[in-house]
DNA sequence: GTAAACACTTGACCTATGGTAAGAAATGAA
DNA sequence: TTCATTTCTTACCATAGGTCAAGTGTTTAC
């Protein structure tokens, strides 16, 4: 499976793990597919499943009372995606993830992911460095949000992400942003 | 060290450790002191130590190009700080660090954290967890400050967080919560 | 014990962004 | 090819929160 490779690649980036190792790695994901627009986690469900990206573009969002949908991550290949605290703690996702392109994944439950760490500790490591990257991203990006004009950080994403505005509407760029539409729109136009 | 205990025993909740694993654990750590109102780190610098606060109260801040302080951490007792980008990727620490009480703490080079994991591969584990679940609580924040007002976010904190309210100026509170302390002025008249 | 620095509030006014509504342009389905 | 849906833009008005300025307590430092 030509698609399980970039999954090992980054596991073998922060922990070096054997070919037997491997094979446990990859018995412990499933591969699983979705359609542009598909649900893959509804608010309220458990989310049963971490997911390795492969191939795809997904969003996270959630909905508030008036039914309006907050988009705060947008996903592409070769990353992880899932509601990490439904994930870990087994509760009701507070979140949705649904397809923006066709996409490959290979999901991993929580079952398996409890075990093949205990299998194989080192990937503690690949797990730790993981969580501690997003989240010194997670606060430059709180940071951003709280303190930067709407401007500032569409320039910041023209110039990190670029690929991103060629296969994600403008829609769910602007409320990842943190803006509508509308705002986007004028922002778009005044440079 | 009296004060050792909580460290070791957040240590052991996660991933239990033997009695000479815990002296490891110790002689990486140094006891350190903070006067109130001085800086523990300053833009500009290298950030060498990640810092557990034994006892005490400190803010996370970063400048702006108008020269105001916008906090986005404020940590007090048994828990960590730190810049984390600084102490990992080794550059220029881009927070400011300042204490708001008189502080103890325990601190660890980057050197000796390196050189623990790799003595002690089980505390990978612990601080995986812990990066899990502060990438999961900021995250939770990001959302709440794109998309809940201000009021919202204050209650939230008068509920989850009452003892900061007593340790903790208004107009850092204000700046955490992302408004400005004329605003959190008006929100606290209006209840 | 007193001056300086800090902490908090209030008021008047301003601005970035939101809400609503509508239309144009692009894409997709029959 | 045509109609429907999605995507993006524009215009007008509303509002949460910011900015500036002033005033009152309350600590802190010498």
Redesign the interface.
């Known amino acids: 499976m030509k698609e399980d490779n970039k999954l090992l690649y980054y596991f073998n980036k922060w922990s070096a793990i054997t070919k037997e190792e491997e094979a446990t790695i990859l018995s412990a994901f499933e591969p699983v597919t979705i359609k542009k627009r598909k649900d893959l986690l509804v608010s309220g469900q458990t989310c049963n499943y971490l997911y390795f990206i492969t191939q795809g573009c997904l969003r996270s969002f959630?909905i508030?009372s008036k039914g309006i949908e907050?988009i705060?991550?947008i996903r592409m290949d070769n990353s992880w995606i899932s509601d990490?605290?439904s994930f870990?703690s087994k509760s009701p996702a507070k979140y949705n993830i649904e397809a923006i392109e066709d996409s490959n994944m290979l999901r991993i439950s929580h079952e398996q992911f409890e075990q093949l760490?205990i299998k194989i500790?080192?990937l503690?490591?690949y797990?730790?460095i993981l969580?501690?990257k997003?989240?010194?991203n997670?606060?430059?990006?709180?940071?951003a949000?709280?303190?930067e004009t709407a401007m500032d950080r569409y320039n910041e994403m023209l110039k990190e992400n670029p690929e991103i505005f060629q296969r994600v509407p403008l829609v769910y760029i602007a409320s990842y942003l943190?803006i509508t539409p509308e705002s986007l729109s004028r922002i778009r136009r005044q440079k």
Chains 1, 2 share one sequence.
């Open positions: 959630y508030n907050h705060y991550q990490l605290e870990f760490l500790p080192r503690e490591r797990f730790r969580f501690q997003a989240y010194i997670a606060l430059n990006r709180l940071n949000t709280m303190w943190g």
